[in-house]
């Protein structure tokens, strides 16, 4: 079974980087979208990056777009999320997902979920 399990959430100042990891079990093949979710208190949960686990193909929501970059490591099977320029409002628990469709990862329904990490940012 597909299991995803985030880390590396904690608390940076406004303007810090961070990054983010997702590690990757059950995917029997390469032919998954891997995505980055988040929720901040009160909000719906949002799309924030994917990437194609087989193409490495990357796709962003607006709002992280040059300061946020996903990346997979095939050989560690982890989807990795670096955020620089952060600010407050990008405070929210960070979701890894997964589906063999990436529509359904952008449109937010993708079939597998982890955990979640929180990430505060600090002004």
């Known amino acids: 079974q597909v299991q995803l399990v985030e880390s590396g959430g904690k608390l940076v100042q406004a303007g810090g980087s961070l990054r983010v990891s997702c590690a990757a079990s059950g995917l029997t093949d390469s032919y998954y979208t891997m995505g980055w979710f988040r929720q901040a208190p009160g909000k719906e949960r949002e799309f924030v990056a994917s990437i194609r686990w087989s193409t490495g193909s990357t796709y962003y929501a607006d709002s992280v777009k040059d300061r946020f970059t996903i990346s997979r490591d095939n050989a560690k099977n982890t989807v990795d999320l670096q955020m620089n320029s952060l600010k407050p409002e990008d405070t929210a628990a960070y979701y890894c997902?997964?589906?063999?469709?990436?529509?359904?990862?952008?449109?937010?329904?993708?079939?597998?979920w982890g955990q979640g990490t929180q990430v505060t940012v600090s002004s």
């Open positions: 997902a997964a589906d063999r469709s990436t529509g359904r990862v952008r449109g937010g329904e993708p079939v597998y």
